[in-house]
């Protein structure tokens, strides 16, 4: 069962503990990735850049437009993404709860549609 | 003022009531669920009518025949067989208590907790619904301490009782030949509920604090249930000498302290003190097991708060004898950084090498902890600081995240 790991921090209380970030946000997750490819779970996964470097695409009255910005301005934005692969929804709780991005905001579990 | 004085008086009943009252509505109808329900709607009425009516005499009695009642109508539109004969008992336990009036509830917890408990209820749904059932604790609450989601905590909580009735799991305390296995299984569930209050990352989070005090309030009741099981005293013990030390886990600053370095004037002597006198108490009866020697541990590491030192010539002959019991993979990483302690941390590492075929261990984060640290007292820093690598990976808690990287740094 894959599921993905969506997680949800607030970019500028990051970037403003850009300190913090290099000692020990950053290896945490450079640790926790590997946790993860040791134990064979691992599908993929990726670090976003920040939203203000996000473009949007939509369809405004049949005619699409481009716009500078993120989808939604929201208190915490999407920061990365794990894809991960394993028996069920309790393992990928328990992978969850390890993340180090629990520190600072939220992860959303989602199962992944794989039957098309 | 009155309303007050009348929702703190059901919250009372509440707390003090539930457990007792839904064990002695279900024990009779072996219907978990349906008892529930009819003491749900027992609470409902008291909030509506205890505020106008004022809070009778004996709110349990009171909520007994309310959610009785509530049950035999359920029983009469059901109309089964098994439900019938529930509807009977449960009248002629009401006629009863009717002509002997006063008599006190008696209390069935501890035949829910079997029930709970039975080998046909899967492991690990048994502490939550112990939890739910004798505690009163929402699916909800139950859900996130045990790191489930809520819906699929719901689900299996709802499966376990549907279970009890289709299956007819007995209500009952085993008999004495059966007694150590079946008590050994409701033991593990008080202590699972237990450790996931413990494992609470920052110490501080009201709601998993409290399942700590929850387990330990079940640790009592059945000590007190069966003042002659040495195992259920041993537990408790466990338990008391883990909880008089929570405060010592983190600095001011909210730091990770290992054991080793706590200052044991933090550690709370109340609780060590009682932990110790149940602990002489099952000593006494002569039947060791899992939980008198686990507690026997802390007991010996609670000691450094008298001596100044750790007898750890002592913890490894515990270690050695909880091995002997359940070959368990956890008892022989702890044994391993006891024996680092004597001898040094060569002979550590050769323990920790004996275990390192075991699958189980890949994404167990004390494993990768103790091993790290032995190779580091080893000298041995790249492979130190590889295991800390996978540790700090595996590590659910900040706080220990950030005490796993100084020490990485610190190579």
Redesign the interface.
Same mark, same amino acid.
């Given at each position: 069962m894959q599921y993905m790991l969506l997680i949800y921090t607030n970019e500028s209380a990051m970037a403003a503990a850009r300190e913090k970030m290099g000692?020990?946000i950053l290896?945490?997750y450079?640790?926790?990735?590997?946790?993860?490819q040791?134990?064979g779970v691992l599908v993929g996964g990726n670090r976003l850049r920040p939203t203000s470097s996000a473009t949007t695409v939509r369809s405004v009255a049949g005619k699409n437009q481009v716009l500078n910005g993120p989808y939604a301005e929201t208190k915490e934005q999407l920061g990365g993404y794990y894809l991960i692969d394993v028996p069920d929804?309790?393992a990928a709780?328990?992978w969850a709860?390890?993340c180090?991005g629990?520190?600072f905001g939220t992860i959303e579990v989602r199962p992944v549609w794989t039957d098309y | 003022m009155v309303a007050d004085k009348t929702r703190e008086a059901i919250e009372l009943a509440a707390r003090q009531s539930y457990g007792k009252l839904l064990a002695f509505l279900a024990a009779r109808t072996r219907d978990v669920a349906g008892a529930e329900d009819a003491l749900s709607e027992a609470f409902a009425a008291a909030l509506a009518t205890w505020p106008e009516q004022g809070v009778p005499r004996s709110p349990e009695a009171w909520l007994l025949t309310v959610a009785r009642r509530r049950l035999i109508d359920a029983g009469r539109r059901q109309r089964t067989q098994v439900d019938a004969t529930a509807t009977i008992l449960l009248a002629m336990d009401e006629l009863e208590s009717e002509r002997g009036a006063e008599g006190d509830i008696p209390d069935e917890r501890l035949r829910l907790m079997f029930a709970c408990a039975h080998p046909a209820i899967q492991p690990e749904v048994r502490a939550p619904l112990i939890l739910q059932t004798v505690m009163g604790l929402d699916a909800a609450t139950i859900a996130s301490a045990f !790191?489930?989601?809520p819906a699929?905590m719901g689900q299996r909580l709802v499966r376990a009782k549907r279970k009890i009735h289709e299956a007819a799991i007995p209500f009952r305390v085993p008999e004495q030949d059966e007694m150590a296995e079946r008590l050994a299984a409701v033991l593990d569930a008080i202590y699972a509920a237990f450790a996931e209050g413990w494992s609470d990352p920052a110490g501080a989070v009201a709601r998993e604090r409290q399942l700590t005090e929850e387990a330990i309030w079940l640790g009592r009741l059945v000590v007190s249930l069966l003042p002659d099981e040495p195992e259920a005293r041993g537990l408790l013990a466990l338990m008391l000498h883990a909880e008089a030390r929570r405060d010592a886990r983190r600095d001011g600053a909210g730091a990770y302290v290992p054991l080793a370095t706590q200052d044991p004037r933090i550690w709370r002597t109340d609780l060590i003190e009682e932990a110790e006198e149940v602990l002489r108490i099952a000593g006494a009866m002569g039947r060791v097991g899992r939980f008198q020697l686990e507690a026997a541990v802390q007991s010996a590491h609670a000691s450094r708060r008298t001596t100044g030192q750790t007898d750890w010539a002592a913890i490894v002959a515990l270690y050695d004898a909880l091995l002997a019991l359940s070959g368990s993979p956890v008892v022989a990483i702890n044994r391993a950084v006891a024996l680092a302690e004597i001898e040094g941390p060569a002979a550590g590492l050769a323990a920790l090498n004996d275990l390192a075929a075991d699958a189980r261990l890949?994404?167990y984060q004390p494993y990768w902890a103790a091993r790290a640290s032995l190779l580091a007292a080893a000298q041995q820093k790249s492979a130190a600081d590889e295991a800390y690598? +996978?540790?700090?990976? !595996?590590?659910?808690d900040?706080a220990v +995240? +950030?005490f796993l990287?100084q020490r990485r740094a610190a190579l």
């Open positions: 000692n020990e290896p945490a450079v640790a926790y990735t590997k946790a993860m040791d134990s929804l309790d709780l328990s709860s390890r180090p629990t520190q | !790191l489930v989601a699929s890949a994404d690598e +996978r540790a700090i990976g !595996l590590e659910p900040p +995240r +950030r990287q």
